[in-house]
């Protein structure tokens, strides 16, 4: 029988983002001896069919892999899916092979079962996937039933049925039994943390990493999976896992150094946040320092380092060590200054709030004395903001004077954050939540808690489409935004005067150095990622590095961008 696997990315958004999990999965699949070959659709996003069509004309897999980095936007203003896109590539795939299909992936991993049966396919994998797909791969190669393979999704007669780890080690040799959606549980045994993930470019069937930074500007990192916080608008604990699977150090630096010598000199860290778990990161950056040190000639010294990182913690001991591995930018999710708004929501998994706006003053301060830029970023409209808690955060976030502050209005809600879980239950299948808002409702928004539910996939479904099964991806604002919250629970009411009001808080003369939400009309400049004029303008005229450290000059690139199209344009036709 074949050993073939095909991975499949259906991700048509622009600016590209590499598929990192297929390197990873690539790299697992090959180490057991398989034959594993990729099919990127980014690239062929105007004749994916055509590019399905020749593949499987030539090529018969035993396993299509589908990874869904996105289920959508998650935009609250937009409100833009993705999955709708996928499934018509799902079906189109069924349609050319008899190959089992299996799913993954971060976005996929937010609501697994709903996303089985909604795309028809066979398999799927919440969370880290090399180890439960190189199990799958083996017992179809095999012949062997795959009902015993722990954590895999299966789609059976009765619906997507997970098959459970009999008991999963929480810490110091605790133990939980798990449970069938696999809620929040540490997943660290799905994560293959010793081996060097293949990072190529330029191969035909293989994630092309150098294509990616030349038209994203970026590549990517992962030093570690999961996260042991339990922020309550946060898909991550759940999706990736309540413990941190810390890779090996010598194996990330030694991706780190084969993506620069290919070329790939802007990095960005992929983790939950790369501060968390601060002893690992610090021995990180000491191997890199080392590296760099040792040999004048080794590609990370033109190494830039971009990380995702939260307030705390953060010393100057990191600081130093982010700007001897040529940290170029830091971006921390601070999200408020407020107290009483932050209190249970930006929380540890025991529920304690862990850094004060007094840590976030403190990391742009040591950044900007060691030449690293900062992007702060805010999040309003979580349950108690008003536009008095508006105010004092745009004025503190306003006074760091940040590289860039971003604002955003607005949270999508997925089923496994414990905002989400909350909301279902004070809604209880009987009653709105004021506050819940989509713009495609045609009624008060009703959740029910998964325990009032018939199955997982049928709680899943129901934060992104209605009883009809139209798309109603559901959403949050709080409703001490509205002039009027009684209007709160009406599914017609819209937020657009919250980001009037936002945008009338910030000079217009420092709006170079501020990213804020938008509506329709509103502006050319928005912080969404999808298919941003900007966004593309910087890859189309190369431009590498995190896109906000460009943010500053937006004006003058989208000049460039318009004189390059204009003169483009002007070309004569090849003969």
Known sequence: MSRLVLLVNPNKVHPPIAPYALDVLTTALEDDGFEVEVLDLTFRREDWKACLHEYFAERSPMLVGVT???TDTVYAFEQRPFVGEHREIITEIRRLTDAPVVGGGIGFSTMPFALVEYFGIDYGVKGPGEK???????????????A????LIRNTDRGAVRVP???????????QLAEATGQFEPRVWQVDRLSVYRRRSGLPHRVDNLEYYRRGGLGSILTKNGCAYRCSHCVEPDAKGTRYGQRELASVVDEMESLAAQGILDQHTTDSEFNLSIAHAKNLLREIVRRRHADPANPLNDLRLWVYCQPSPFDEEFADLLAEAGCRGV????DHIRPEVLSGWKVTEKGGTYYTFADTERLVRLCHERGILTMVEALFGMPGETPETVRACVDAFMALDATVTGFSLGLRLFPYTPMGIDIAEQCAGVRTVPGLQSNTADGP??????RMCSSPAEYERQFMFDEHGNFRLVCYFSPDLLPDPARAADPAERWHG?????WALIDPADHHRVMLPTVEGMSEHDNNYADNPFLTSLGGLGYTGAFWSHWRGREEIMRKARETAAQSSHLPTPA
């Open 68 to 70: 869904v980095r996105n």
């Open 445 to 450: 928004i009703v959740l029910k808690p998964l």
């Open 148 to 151: 015993g393979i722990p954590g």
């Open 331 to 334: 971006n921390v999710g601070s």
């Open 165 to 175: 780890p009999a008991v999963l080690t929480v810490r110091h040799g605790q133990t």
């Open 132 to 146: 439960i797909l190189c199990e799958l791969a083996a017992a179809i190669a095999e012949g062997r039933d795959t």
């Open 498 to 502: 919250a980001v009037t009001d936002l």
